[in-house]
């Protein structure tokens, strides 16, 4: 498309007006453009630098929580040559594992809090603190981990929370966790997952109800006939 020059648009009557207009406009309001202009720019620069704080927060964040991973996941015990790939981390007993990787998961969650490596390292705080034993603490953190912004991770704390819950003698707040997970399934939780914890919690003291859930558990994995079998036992296992 061709631009008008300066001159051509003097000679448009109707285009001169608005340039006219805008010259004057100009000429009388200089300073608060430049400002205006000066400001445009900041905040442009601003957000290009704010956006590439965050990217580097995050690498920094994800690279933290594959480490603490790692540990989690870490293999305890000895090892025969050749069974374990070189270098790999170990540990004597499960308590030195997840001590190190309670350190590790606290270090990212505070440091990257809003993250969703931070959100993920809450959720396994409550996990190693289960395994270490100490289970008021693991009720509080994995409770805190209900209240953040992920369902897939929160969902994944409530079912651990529940099972600590059981744990604790406190079924009937287990169950109903079970029951929600079960009835709102996620990706992280599936409704099967959820039935057949509820299942468990129930088994010994409502048989009954148990072994309704095995059954519906039963028609919604007829595929897979592994999961069948594993049901079919624990309802013949079941009290009369």
């Not at 200089?30 to 580097?56: C, F, P, T």
């Not at 991973?69 to 499960?94: E, K």
């Not at 003291?205 to 595929?223: D, W």
Request: glycine share 6%; hydrophobic share 40%.
């Amino acid at each position: 498309m061709a631009r008008l020059t300066r001159k051509e648009l003097k000679k448009d009557p109707f285009l001169s007006v608005y340039y006219d207009d805008f010259v004057e406009f100009a000429q009388h309001h200089y300073q608060k453009i430049i400002v205006a202009a000066a400001v445009l720019v900041v905040v442009i620069i601003a957000g290009i630098s704010w956006r590439h704080y965050r990217e580097r927060q995050d690498v920094a964040a994800n690279t933290m929580l594959g480490e603490a991973l790692t540990t989690f996941h870490a293999y305890v015990g000895s090892s025969g040559q050749g069974t374990l790939a070189p270098g790999a981390q170990t540990f004597a007993d499960p308590a030195a594992k997840y001590q190190a990787a309670l350190n590790q998961f606290t270090t990212l969650e505070q440091k990257y809090p809003r993250s969703e490596a931070g959100q993920i390292a809450l959720y396994h705080i409550g996990l190693c603190q289960a395994q270490l034993g100490e289970k008021d603490a693991a009720i509080q953190t994995l409770k805190r981990a209900e209240q953040l912004p992920d369902r897939g991770i929160v969902s994944l704390a409530q079912f651990a929370l529940a099972g600590e819950l059981a744990k604790a003698g406190n079924t009937t707040e287990a169950e109903t966790l079970y029951r929600g997970l079960a009835e709102h399934p996620t990706s992280t939780v599936p409704a099967a997952t959820a039935w057949l914890a509820l299942a468990g919690a129930e088994r010994e003291t409502h048989p009954a109800e148990a072994r309704e859930i095995y059954q519906r558990v039963l028609k919604s994995v007829s595929s897979d006939s592994e999961l069948v079998d594993a049901v079919k036992q624990q309802m013949a296992s079941l009290n009369p």
